[in-house]
T-cell receptor, first 109, second 114 residues
Framework: GQQVMQIPQYQHVQEGEDFTTYCNSS?????IQWYKQRPGGHPVFLIQ?????EVKKQKRLTFQFGEAKKNSSLHITATQTTDVGTYFC?????????FGAGTILRVKS | GAVVSQHPSRVICKSGTSVKIECRSL??????MFWYRQFPKKSLMLMAT?????????EQGVEKDKFLINHASLTLSTLTVTSAHPEDSSFYIC??????????FGPGTRLLVL
């Protein structure tokens, strides 16, 4: 079945450092979505990427979709303590989303 | 943004009882609703996809008779965990999708079976 691989599993950074999480699919995606889940909370939609090579920014967050529409990344510049949580990518295969394993981000102040 | 509610938020039940979880889209019509299960520190695992008025499509390995899904209207889907056992304890999350491709997630239901 479809799988979305996400790395790293954990990332501990010092406040102010950058953070990146990567996702990779073995098959072409129609789109990829990114979610953030705070501890004890539920996933919250961040963004959707649809076009090949697309790059979108939300303040300190930069999202990229690969040219082949098989990989994606989320980069956070100058992390803050409010960035803590688990970041999931989710690949869209037709009607359903397949979630990556998530990257847990911890920020030390 | 679109709002999805789930009820109850937490439930503790005895082994052998059935538990019903409701998922509602509050300000949009959800043509499709999804049910996920999440274990601690793990990712979301899709259990089933339901379209209003039709039978749910279950993912491989998910027991249909164990997890009953009903999508009676464009704003309500229910998941019933029948004859719950301790191994069914988990975080169950629904999501709803309208005309676009974005899924909006409910706040989740934490189920503990004793």
């Amino acid at each position: 079945g479809q799988q979305v691989m996400q790395i790293p599993q954990y990332q501990h950074v010092q406040e102010g450092e950058d953070f990146t999480t990567y996702c990779n699919s073995s098959t072409t995606l129609s789109n990829i979505q990114w979610y953030k889940q705070r501890p004890g909370g539920h996933p919250v939609f961040l963004i959707q990427l649809v076009k090949s090579g697309e790059v979108k920014k939300q303040k300190r967050l930069t999202f990229q979709f690969g040219e082949a529409k098989k990989n994606s990344s989320l980069h956070i510049t100058a992390t803050q303590t409010t960035d803590v949580g688990t970041y999931f990518c989710a690949g869209s295969y037709g009607n359903k989303l397949v979630f990556g394993a998530g990257t847990i981000l911890r920020v030390k102040s | 943004g679109a709002v999805v509610s789930q009820h109850p938020s937490r439930v503790i039940c005895k082994s052998g009882t059935s538990v019903k979880i409701e998922c509602r889209s509050l300000d949009f019509q959800a043509t499709t609703m999804f049910w996920y299960r999440q274990f601690p520190k793990k990712s979301l695992m899709l259990m089933a996809t339901s379209n209003e008025g039709s039978k749910a499509t279950y993912e491989q390995g998910v027991e249909k008779d164990k997890f009953l899904i009903n999508h009676a209207s464009l704003t309500l889907s229910t998941l019933t965990v029948t004859s719950a056992h301790p191994e069914d304890s988990s975080f169950y999350i629904c999501s709803a999708r309208g005309r676009g491709e974005t899924q909006y997630f409910g706040p989740g239901t934490r189920l503990l079976v004793l």
